[in-house]
């Protein structure tokens, strides 16, 4: 029902900033919590930040928290994950999902996945 394509990812410094997006298929995109997730090598698939289909609601993990900002526009279909001062324990490929999960952590309480847009932060 829900297709979820991710772009804004690449390659920077150490301290840079980038802005990823996931644009959204649908008319029915408000009425799912979106979440950001990343997978580093070797790592598993962890959630890095959630916002509400109202966006009233945002919760972060706590290596992100006052550096990265998720936001959305229910208008435009799309949701963002703001990161600065990004460090090369962020890099890993960055996944928008999208849901109507109450345990926000959890990758099983999202139905839909876009394919991942890489994030790279060389020190």
């Known amino acids: 029902q829900v297709q979820l394509v991710e772009s804004g990812g690449g390659l920077v410094q150490a301290g840079g900033s980038l802005r990823l997006s996931c644009a959204a298929s649908?008319?029915?995109?408000?009425?799912?919590?979106m979440g950001w997730f990343r997978q580093a090598p070797g790592k598993e698939r962890d959630i890095v930040a959630r916002i509400s289909r109202s966006g009233r609601s945002i919760s972060y993990t706590n290596p992100v928290k006052g550096r990265f900002t998720i936001s959305r526009d229910n208008a435009k279909h799309t949701v963002y994950l703001q990161m600065n001062s990004l460090n090369p324990e962020d890099t890993a490929v960055y996944y928008c999902a999208a849901g109507q999960a109450m345990c926000w952590r959890s990758r099983r309480e999202y139905d839909y996945w876009g394919q991942g847009t890489p994030v790279t932060a060389s020190s």
């Open positions: 649908g008319r029915t995109f408000s009425n799912y919590d």
